[in-house]
């Protein structure tokens, strides 16, 4: 079974494939992928990004989207009761539900492939979207060298866990106790941007804004990036925060159209592993 709960389960190959299906997908292949087929998600209120483009995609495949809150998965009911009645009803589970252990079982008695739609350890489409962007605009995006500023969290490691299915140079810069396991770590954001082609931030908490104060992105640190460096807020973003105002005013921001590709990523995501299932 073909199931998407981190990017390390992906090989570099399988990463490509997806992206080729994206690319297929962006010239009207694969109409009606999901007609007659029922596709059940697991999503939080909060969700707003990620819920719309898989509704959408699976009703642009004529498919039919099933949508419960996350906390139905909470209930006293065993996950393998949940998923053996669900097999007998469901083509595709979606979930976005914050521990990923209950992403395991769930795949666990699926007999469907499922797909992590995010946990509060990773966020694995979010991720491969940004890479397929990046991919269209930059000259060769796995030998560019990634910057990610933030502390250790699921944006953060959903980096990492790109960074070791394709390879590419991550660092992180952050405050002191944030930092992640497996990658060269700075905590002054003028020393940590120097060298580095793509930029990626994550929003902090009010509790955590002193501990980043020397992390921030702005437009004159983006001056000390490789030429065309780009900065890639990770959505949410808080202008004065993890990023200043004029750097998201600024021609180094990927801006907005830069997420349109969640569409379609999600969507080859879902061929992807209803083919190979």
Known sequence: MKNLLRLTDLQTNDIYEIFHIADEISEGKYDGFLRGKSVVLFFSAASIRTRVTFEKGIWLFGGQPILFPSDALDKREETGDVFGYLNNWADLVIIRHKDIRLLEEAAKYADVPVINAMTDKNHPCEILSDLYSLSKIRDDFIHDKYLFCGKNGNIGQAWKEASEALGFELSQCCGVGYEMDGVNVYHQ???????KDIICTDSLSAEELDDFKDCQVTKEVMTLANKNAVLN????????????????ESEYFAGYAFKKDLLLVQQAVMVWCMNNS
Do not use: H, L, M
């Not at 807020?233 to 998201?248: T, W």
């Open 189 to 195: 954001i003028e020393t940590a941007v120097r060298g």
């Open 233 to 248: 807020p990770c959505p949410p973003f808080y202008r004065g925060e993890e990023v200043s105002a004029d750097a998201i």
